[in-house]
């Protein structure tokens, strides 16, 4: 059964006219979006709505995510907070995207933190006292294999980026282009057989890394994705199954050069 | 038609990749677009013109062949779908590596047709690993709606590929996407 990811969002800090633009738009978007948004108080919220007349003083604790609405306060900075940036004049479109980003993001910082088994299967979770410092996103990015590609790949990275996380498919899904090419059907027919680690679908599938960062996108998109944390052990359902028979690296090895050579016209 | 097969002579058993499915899925052909005419098969005239209108079928299993180089090769075997092969097809699977379960996804006990397969194929006692190929055209819907099934059956989440077995690059790719699959068996204790 798909359980849907769930998020809480507070609006409280936004001033009163962004604030009923986006309950407006929300209403909308909640229901595009990746995770299953509501809004909640501040102090349980993991995404705060930020303007430039926001009191920062009542951010505390801090949330792992903040997202600004047109201009950003001057000197205001989130040394540990993922931050988003929506503009003043922002559409149905934009806010579902900077949500989806969000949700990307917090998949991965809900699989670091040891109290969600299984990210899709996450109720609301209690706001974490303190993000811990690995969550801050550059910093995540920066020791990650994974290097976003592009601007729009930023989310997906910082889901991606979690060295240890493994990634696991709920069910198969039908991608259409271009993730039907060879690469990424590998890489989904790995992530049905078991957890997997974001590299190990690089190694396994030959997809580059920002190239398994937009397909991790998608499948979160999907609803389809389970992150399991890395001091998280793995559920026997969605362990592989008994071994089967002995496959040498050699072998393997041999056999996929066979196929390079078969595939070339 | 029966080309001969090169002897192997190694002691290690030779690495299996088993074809399975019913009559006129296109084990046969996908047997060849691997291996060329490098195979052996029996075709016999088709008496059950009921099941599959075709004018010839195997009879037991038929073996192709890959050459690896340096001596080393993988067998490609095709089991027939009846149920009087059962026998034949357990043979296969026990020494395979990795099985495709060829169907048509329009069918309607494709289900349970795909089910008995993969099932006989994670009861052996090295249990291959499994794709499943649908070789006739069949909407998105259709598919997914199998590939749910499939799951909601007991049998996991599957990879379930859309495959033209007349075409090579079609098959390479589903065995590509085996590979892969094995390479990280391969890195597992």
Same mark, same amino acid.
């Given at each position: 059964m798909k359980t849907n990811l769930r998020g809480d969002l507070a609006t409280?800090?936004?001033?009163p006219a962004l604030r009923t633009r986006f309950s407006e738009l929300f209403g909308v978007a909640a229901r595009k979006s990746v995770f299953a948004w509501r809004e909640s108080p501040l102090a349980q919220a993991q995404v705060a709505m930020l303007d430039?007349?926001?009191?920062?003083?009542?951010? %505390?604790?801090?949330?792992p995510c903040v997202i600004w609405v047109g201009h950003e306060q001057?000197?205001?900075?989130?040394? %540990?907070t993922w931050v988003g940036r929506l503009p003043q004049d922002y559409t149905v479109a934009d806010l579902i995207d900077i949500l989806d980003r969000a949700a990307v993001f917090l998949l991965d910082w809900k699989a670091r933190q040891?109290?969600?088994?299984?990210a899709v299967a996450v109720q609301a979770a209690p706001p974490a006292p303190t993000p811990a410092p690995a969550a801050q996103p550059a910093r995540s990015f920066a020791h990650s294999t994974i290097q976003p590609a592009?601007?729009?790949?930023v989310g997906s990275a910082a889901m991606a980026a979690a060295q240890g996380s493994r990634y696991r498919l709920g069910s198969w899904v039908f991608l259409g282009a271009p993730f039907d090419s060879a690469g990424y059907v590998s890489a989904l027919a790995l992530l049905a057989r078991q957890p997997v680690t974001a590299h190990q679908l690089q190694a396994h599938s030959g997809l580059e890394p920002a190239m398994v960062a937009v397909l991790l996108r998608e499948l979160a998109h999907r609803k389809v994705l389970q992150v399991i944390a890395p001091t998280q052990a793995v559920p026997a359902a969605a362990s592989p199954s008994r071994a089967g028979g002995a496959v040498s690296q050699g072998f393997v090895r041999r056999l996929s050069h066979w196929l390079t050579g078969a595939n070339r016209p | 038609m029966n080309a001969s097969v090169k002897t192997y002579s190694s002691a290690a058993p030779m690495p299996r990749i088993a074809f399975m499915g019913p009559?006129?899925?296109g084990k046969t052909t996908a047997i060849r677009a691997l291996c060329g005419d490098d195979m052996v098969a029996s075709d016999v005239p088709n008496l059950d013109r009921q099941a599959h209108a075709k004018e010839f079928t195997t009879v037991g299993a038929e073996f192709g062949q890959i050459d690896l180089g340096d001596g080393e090769f993988v067998q490609v075997c095709g089991c027939p779908?009846?149920?009087?092969f059962d026998f034949l097809r357990q043979w296969v699977v026990s020494a395979s590596v990795g099985v495709f379960v060829m169907v048509?996804?329009?069918?309607?006990d494709v289900l349970q047709a795909a089910g008995a397969l993969l099932a006989e194929a994670a009861a052996a006692e090295h249990p291959p690993l499994a794709l499943v190929l649908s070789t006739r055209p069949a909407s998105v819907a259709t598919m997914q709606a199998f590939a749910d099934g499939l799951q909601a059956a007991g049998h996991g989440v599957v990879p379930v590929l859309q495959v033209d077995v007349r075409k090579r690059a079609d098959v390479l790719q589903a065995l590509g996407v085996l590979v892969s699959m094995l390479s990280l068996r391969s890195e597992s204790p």
């Open positions: 409280s800090l936004l001033a430039v007349s926001s009191n920062l003083m009542r951010l %505390q604790p801090m949330p001057p000197g205001a900075r989130f040394a %540990q040891n109290a969600a088994p299984i592009a601007p729009a790949a | 009559m006129g899925v779908g009846q149920d009087r048509d996804a329009n069918a309607p």
